[in-house]
């Protein structure tokens, strides 16, 4: 994954050169080591292993099912159920992108149906949310990919929420209102539970001026949070 990014995608992390990533030797190796995945005793790892693991897993699986296509989609909404249906096996068992993404990285063992299914030795005991700031999905609006490691997983999904809330989370304030990536609306009961909790939890990943001037502003009354739409075209290169 490391050679893959530093060979084929851009130097921001968020582009992907598909079409030469197809044709290349690299792929074809790539694909190759994927077979070892269904021998791999993911139960023995740690709860920093198994995460950095399945969140690199996630971002593997999202271009390989990509450049896999026989023909390359301008948004991977193109791609019926690809979320259901684009899939590793990985400890002999099948697992598409909505297993890992919702059934594993966020949904506590108690709620997930991979447990239901296949034991609570999977998922994480809980969901950080900075995991959203680390999943591609192929669009162009998705955070920057990088590649997680037990060793470096705090510190890098810290980096990875500031960089993403620097450029995705816009404060206004004469109008007392902050314009967000509209992830932060769809998974926003991982940040908090009320708009305050959730834009106090945010501002963390803010830059000093911009989370100061935040939380100025939500002493001073309350802050509308809207989201933008999301950019779905292809993050390709």
């Known amino acids: 994954m490391l050679q893959m990014r530093g060979e084929f995608m851009g130097g921001d992390g968020r582009s992907v050169d598909y079409g030469r990533l ?27 292993q198994r995460m950095a693991f399945f969140i690199n897993v996630y971002n593997a699986l999202t271009i390989h099912g990509l450049v896999s296509l026989s023909c390359l989609p301008g948004s991977v909404l193109e791609v019926q159920h690809f979320w259901k ?4 096996n990985i400890s002999g068992m099948v697992f598409s992108l909505d297993d890992i993404e919702h059934g594993i990285l966020r949904a506590p063992p108690s709620l997930s149906w991979v447990t239901q299914t296949l034991g609570g030795s999977f998922p994480l005991q809980s969901c950080d949310p900075r995991v959203h700031f680390a999943l591609v999905c192929g669009a162009k609006s998705c955070p920057a990919i990088q590649v997680y490691s037990e060793d470096n997983l705090e510190q890098a999904l810290t980096m990875a929420a500031q960089s993403f809330c620097g450029q995705e989370v816009h404060i206004f304030p004469p109008d007392m209102k902050v314009s967000v990536n509209k992830i932060l609306q769809w998974y926003a009961s991982d940040f908090g539970s009320s708009v305050d909790q959730i834009l106090r939890n945010l501002s963390l990943y803010l830059p000093e001026v911009t989370r100061v001037t935040l939380l100025a502003m939500m002493d001073k009354g309350p802050v509308t949070m809207e989201a933008r739409d999301y950019n779905w075209t292809l993050n390709k290169l």
Request: aromatic letters at 10%; proline letters at 3%.
């Open 22 to 48: 197809a044709t290349s030797a690299l792929f074809k190796q790539y694909a190759a080591l994927t077979g070892h995945l269904r021998t791999c005793a993911v139960a023995t790892l740690s709860e920093p």
């Open 85 to 88: 249906t684009t899939c590793y």
